[in-house]
Nanobody, 116 residues
Framework: QLQLVESGGGLVQPGGSLRLSCAAS????????IGWFRQAPGKEREGVSC????????NYADSVKGRFTISRDNAKNTVYLQMNSLKPEDTAVYYC?????????WGKGTLVTVSS
């Protein structure tokens, strides 16, 4: 069974950092681009960042450029999202996804709360 599991969320003060992980099981991440999305309370889900299968190409939403870094460790079958200089408006549930054989898979998400 193909699964994506996010972890690493939590409560952090403004200006702090967190590293989210997206671990895959049931398939090998090597061949697929992976995206990170987030959904804040009362808002629609939005794209945050994505990374190509090789890791050679990355993209970021304007709101997180310069603060977030996406990376992947194919040996660990995991994609990471390093989040620095966090702001209250980064508070959201963060999800990762992958399109495998035409089907889009999502994890269940991890909650990030930025508050003093």
């Amino acid at each position: 069974q193909l699964q994506l599991v996010e972890s690493g969320g939590g409560l952090v003060q403004p200006g702090g950092s967190l590293r989210l992980s997206c671990a895959a099981s049931g398939f090998t991440l090597d061949y697929y681009s992976i995206g990170w999305f987030r959904q804040a309370p009362g808002k629609e889900r939005e794209g945050v960042s994505c990374i190509s299968s090789s890791g050679g190409s990355t993209n970021y939403a304007d709101s997180v450029k310069g603060r977030f870094t996406i990376s992947r460790d194919n040996a660990k079958n995991t994609v990471y999202l390093q989040m620095n200089s966090l702001k209250p408006e980064d508070t959201a549930v963060y999800y990762c996804n992958a399109r495998v054989d035409g089907m889009l898979y999502w994890g269940k998400g991890t909650l990030v709360t930025v508050s003093s």
